[in-house]
């Protein structure tokens, strides 16, 4: 099955073109049968839930497998770490390079807006790719961080300085609840699960296209999804939809690292991890400059 985030839709970890979805939970130990994408053979196999492992030809039990190239959970967290990096680095050099001042408002914005333009694009190609490229995944992050350099010093000069910083606490706040929440199995992901984040994360787009609609062709703010009290609580919704993706990348990195899932494959899980998380950021930041805006 494939996973998605609240905007894109990006292939699950695989290997020769096998998916590793939700039909399982890897416990302690190795999945269940006939679930791991990446098994092979004929059954029945006894050790069909170890793909990798082999069986002694002289005992009869099956030796633990010595691999090489598959994901482990410090590739994850290294690539992680290098895609937000850059984030934080282009929207460093926004801030301090593209000013939101009355001069040149107009024109950090045509920048911003441009640099949206072409995260997207470039995050829509390596959706449907076949297997991650890194170069497209660290470009995705650099513009990224540009058009989130130039919002966050806007909203920190125009509405208050304070709310971009809480903005990062918060979701710094919302990784570590939903981390914790999976890794005590206080969350679980599955099928069911993720129907039902899919249908709510498309409900929720669908309402801020028709608002963005209502607000480019008849003014104002739309149908109001972005201020006062419908705002808010869209900004909540938004949030925990967010929060509900993070569940759904955990899982994905959790059957990757149990499938043996190619390497490169942990750029995937960085890609993911990154959307989802500037997402949160940008609801995060929108509700509290409402909020901020209501005091």
Known sequence: ???????????????????????????????????????????????????????????GAPQAPVRSGVMTIDDVVTRTALTLGTVVLGAAAAWALLPVDEANLGKSYGIAIGAAIVAFVLSLVQSFKRKPVPALIIAYAAFEGVFLGVISSAVSTYISPGVVMQAVMGTMCVFAGVLIAYK??????????????????????????????????????????????????????????????????????????????????????????????VWIYLEMLRLLSILSGDD
């Open 1 to 59: 099955m494939r996973s998605s985030n609240p905007v894109f839709s990006r292939r699950g970890f695989s290997r020769d073109n096998g998916y590793a979805g939700f039909n399982a939970s890897p416990q302690a130990g190795a999945p269940a049968a006939g679930a791991n994408p990446y098994a092979q053979g004929t059954a029945p196999n006894p050790y069909a839930t170890n793909p990798y492992a082999q069986q002694d030809s002289q005992y």
């Open 184 to 277: 005590m199995r206080w969350i679980r992901v599955t099928r069911r699960f993720y129907g039902f984040v899919m249908a709510a994360a498309m409900g929720f787009m669908l309402l801020m296209v028709v608002n963005l609609l209502f607000a480019a062709f008849g003014g104002g703010d739309g149908l109001g999804f972005r201020s006062g009290g419908l705002g808010i609580l869209f900004g909540v919704v938004g949030i925990l939809l967010g929060a509900c993706f993070l569940a759904l990348d955990f899982k994905q990195v959790e059957d990757g690292i149990a499938y043996g899932a190619p390497r490169e494959e942990s750029w995937l899980a960085a890609f993911g991890l990154t959307m989802t998380l």
